[in-house]
């Protein structure tokens, strides 16, 4: 069979929404395709819902950083060497695989599950509250990501974790710049020692004097090397703010672009819950990857990926699947069955924080447009400054406006 | 209809008692799925298969 092959993952995006043309047209050609590694290296692209599905539930695939072909944009114009391959840190589960994944997984499920988010939903709305208090006292215009879509985040998983809110300066610079791709391998790893070192700080400390939190529940169980701990706490702490808040910003900006589909969500709060699901599906911002590498020769749709070859998944373009999403997957359905979108993953390592996540999306949006029943976009839709750059799609600001 | 689960292989997402709480809880202590109904009546055996179609982890089975 003659494959298509892309010469590199194409990554222009035509309009805000919607994942790069050149992604959808390889999609409608072959839902598995071949695409070449900065390095040099053939290995895979998947665009298709179910394909995306098998390889991230395959347990013939590693996740292992060592062992992937870089795809990286930091590396369209610079050469990876072996020696910056980023190493497996102990206790970063994302990127191991059973049996070590499992071991540390499940010290922290028990912290997250349905019932558990579910008991927090006053304590977020409380947060929400106040953050939208604030957001009122700037008079009628403001940044949305600033001093709404960023703090709610930030505030809530802070103070699950027991990190102090004001320490947050310490690592939110840092966090940029490891997740920026701007930023060089050498700059990202550097941010990524720093914060490492303000983990195994606050580890020696929580020790010291444990409180009412995640990290010391998960020191008291006596499971986890210190190591293992800063990292699992620092995995967290990075995946629990910039996920959700950015969800929040680009979420808030679609609506805004779409006012038949937030009239739905304001005439009809209990389409709530749905509308959250379907703007994970439509906006899909873990926009290249996740990465996988096969462990062992596997077929997938026909294709024989051989061991050691690197499988990108592209999320946005799954989560537009016809096969799976029929109708109009191109379009924003409020009201559409939007369950079984790939936003937080598949297969073992589906996003851990997905409740939390869920919970504060629902009350945030929800409360976001109860309060502010006229909020508007205060620049012209081409000025809102797009995350293209980062890892996390998203905006760097929403300028928004009110009638106060 | 009958529900099996496999809690040596759940990762412990809450896929399941997000779509049916009637049918599935999740452990305290470590997230793994708890099966609360092994044979689901009629009204809950769509939601039977829809969980064990989104379980990440392939860890529930209907037949």
């Avoid at chain 1, 720093?194 to 529940?217: C, H, T, V, Y």
């Avoid at chain 2, 412990?12 to 008692?17: D, L, N, Q």
Wanted: aromatic fraction near 6%.
């Amino acid at each position: 069979m003659t494959e298509l092959i892309s010469d590199k993952l194409p990554t222009i995006r035509q309009t805000p929404f919607d994942p790069p043309a050149e992604v959808t047209r390889i999609r409608e050609q072959a839902r598995v395709s071949r695409l070449k590694f900065p390095d040099g290296h053939v290995g895979w692209l998947v665009t298709g819902h179910h394909q995306v599905r098998e390889v991230l539930g395959s347990p013939k695939f590693t996740n292992d950083p060592e062992k992937h072909h870089l795809i990286d944009l930091r590396f369209q114009g610079e050469q990876p060497e072996e020696s910056d391959k980023r190493k497996a840190e102990p206790g970063m589960f994302l990127n191991q695989d059973p049996p070590d994944h499992t071991r540390l997984r499940k010290m922290l499920q028990g912290q997250f599950t349905v019932r558990r988010m579910n008991q927090l939903s006053e304590w977020i709305g409380q947060i929400v509250d106040d953050q939208l208090a604030h957001l009122r006292t700037f008079d009628g215009r403001a940044d949305l990501v600033k001093e709404f879509a960023l703090p709610v985040p930030s505030l809530v998983i802070c103070a699950l974790l027991g990190v102090g809110y004001e320490e947050k300066a310490r690592f939110q610079d840092d966090t940029t710049k490891l997740l920026s791709l701007d930023s060089t391998f050498k700059e990202a790893m550097a941010a990524f020692a720093r914060i490492q070192e303000f983990m195994r700080e606050l580890i020696a400390r929580k020790k010291e004097n444990p409180g009412d939190d995640m990290i010391s529940d998960l020191l008291a169980t006596g499971e986890p090397t210190d190591e293992e701990a800063s990292n699992m706490a620092l995995l967290l702490l990075i995946a629990g703010h910039e996920t959700t808040a950015n969800m929040l910003g680009l979420g808030t900006f679609t609506l805004l672009q779409h006012p038949d589909q937030l009239k739905i969500l304001k005439d009809e709060p209990d389409v709530v819950d749905n509308a959250v699901e379907e703007l994970m599906r439509y906006l899909s911002i873990i926009h290249f990857g996740p990465t996988r590498t096969a462990s062992e020769d596997v077929e997938i749709d026909g294709h024989l990926i051989k061991a050691g070859d690197t499988v990108v998944m592209h999320v946005p373009a799954a989560n537009r699947d016809p096969e799976k999403f029929p109708g109009n997957p191109e379009e924003l359905d409020l009201r559409r069955p939007a369950s079984g979108h790939l936003a937080f993953g598949h297969g073992i390592h589906q996003c851990l924080g997905q409740q939390l996540a869920r919970i504060e999306m629902r009350i945030g949006f929800g409360k976001l447009f109860q309060e502010f029943p006229d909020l508007r976009l205060d620049v012209d839709p081409s000025e809102v400054p797009l995350r293209t750059d980062m890892g996390i799609y998203g905006v760097h600001s929403l300028p928004v406006a009110w009638s106060s | 209809m009958k529900i099996s689960v496999d809690q040596t292989k759940c990762c412990g997402s809450g896929m399941c008692v997000l779509t049916d709480p009637d049918l599935f809880d999740q452990s305290e202590e470590d997230g793994t799925v708890l099966l609360l109904v092994e044979h689901p009546d009629a009204e809950h055996e769509a939601t039977a298969k829809e969980a064990a179609g989104l379980c990440p982890a392939g860890a529930i089975t209907v037949s």
